[in-house]
């Protein structure tokens, strides 16, 4: 067990769809960081927030939105979802004092169908 | 920004042989690079990391070397082992004091370790 806890593990929901995706950081940790990995790809950046602001911004799509709450858990929100939208998505977090490297959670796996 | 190349992509080596990964990276302002390896069906661990005022560091049969000039760095795994198999990735960041700065990673390299 990482700290990172993700959940659902897995969902699978129809194209035009809206989820939310949920993710708690290791005790301690202020900076939330969300990546995508589809199919034989690498880790994609999508946003970054520290102590509730958002600190960065990747290839996130428009129909993608992230917030980070007073309780440092972080939320992902995915609409209007389309087929090639399917992957894993994957919370880390760090202590965000000093350059270190990320504790990821086991992912979210995203089918649509 | 910051783009980060890994090499090779695929790699299967023997059982008790050496394994490296080779990584590049374009921002001459990088000064942390880790190393994570992901099994099937889990999120990325980090194994061991690097930081610009370093050349090498090692920890047991896992070492990194890093070339600032060059702007390169490498995982070396020496006496592979059947559980070393998995997907490994190399990233790097401009890390700071504060806020922290994101990780970019390489394409990743499957390693298989045949008996």
């Known amino acids: 067990d990482s700290g990172v806890t993700q959940t659902p593990k897995h969902l699978i929901t129809a194209t035009g769809q809206r989820v939310t995706l949920r993710c708690s950081p290791r005790s301690g940790d202020l900076s939330v960081y969300w990546y995508q990995q589809s199919l034989d790809q690498g880790l994609q950046f999508l946003i970054q927030y520290y102590n509730g602001e958002e600190r960065a911004k990747g290839n996130i799509l428009e129909r993608f939105s992230a917030q980070q709450f007073p309780d440092l858990h972080s939320e992902l929100n995915l609409s209007s979802l389309e087929l090639g939208d399917s992957a894993l998505y994957f919370c880390a977090s760090s202590l965000g004092q000093s350059t270190g490297g990320y504790t990821f959670g086991s992912g979210t796996r995203l089918t649509v169908v | 920004g910051e783009n980060v190349e890994q090499h090779p992509s695929t790699l299967s080596v023997q059982e008790g042989d050496s394994a490296v990964i080779k990584c590049t990276y374009s921002?001459?302002?990088?000064?942390?690079f880790p190393w994570y390896k992901q099994e099937l069906g889990k999120g990325p661990q980090l194994i061991i990391d690097i930081r610009s005022n370093v050349g090498e560091k090692k920890d047991q049969r896992i070492a990194v070397t890093l070339n600032k000039t060059a702007k390169h760095f490498s995982l070396h795994i020496t006496e592979t082992q059947p559980e070393d198999s998995a997907v490994y990735f190399c990233a790097a960041s401009k890390g700071n004091t504060g806020t922290a700065s994101k990780l970019t990673f390489g394409t990743g390299t499957r390693l298989q370790v045949t008996l």
């Open positions: 921002d001459s302002a990088s000064n942390y």
